[in-house]
């Protein structure tokens, strides 16, 4: 059994920064991975980031070099650290843990950038 819950989304300026959250409980083990994902109004849900024991990471082309996932193994929180923003980051932040085969959803945070 895995909980995942989100936190940090809010309303921000364009250029501005915000942390997300996403909080994992449960038996993860040591070989979950988490990543972040967006959908946006009328908009398909996309991968924005993807962090692995490793951790490897792995970036959306659009936030590589603005967004940064990384993660805390003792507090099983992983953190996707959003700088420079951007009104089209306006989106639905989803959680995604994986645990095996797996997956287990947040109930998303909204991310809401303005010009």
């Known amino acids: 059994q895995v909980q995942v819950v989100e936190s940090g989304g809010g309303l921000v300026q364009a250029g501005g920064s915000l942390r997300l959250s996403c909080a994992a409980s449960?038996?993860?083990?040591?070989?979950?991975?988490i990543a972040w994902y967006r959908q946006a109004p009328g908009k398909q849900r996309e991968l924005v980031a993807r962090?692995?024991?490793?951790?490897?990471?792995n970036y959306a082309e659009s936030v590589k070099g603005r967004f940064t996932i990384s993660r805390d193994n003792a507090k099983n929180t992983v953190y996707l650290q959003m700088n420079s923003l951007k009104p089209e980051d306006t989106a639905v932040y989803y959680c995604?843990?994986?645990?095996?085969?797996?997956?287990?959803w947040g109930q998303g945070t909204q991310v809401t950038v303005s010009s």
């Open positions: 449960g038996n993860l083990g040591s070989s979950y991975a």
């Open positions: 995604s843990v994986a645990v095996r085969t797996s997956v287990y």
């Open positions: 962090i692995t024991p490793g951790p490897s990471t």
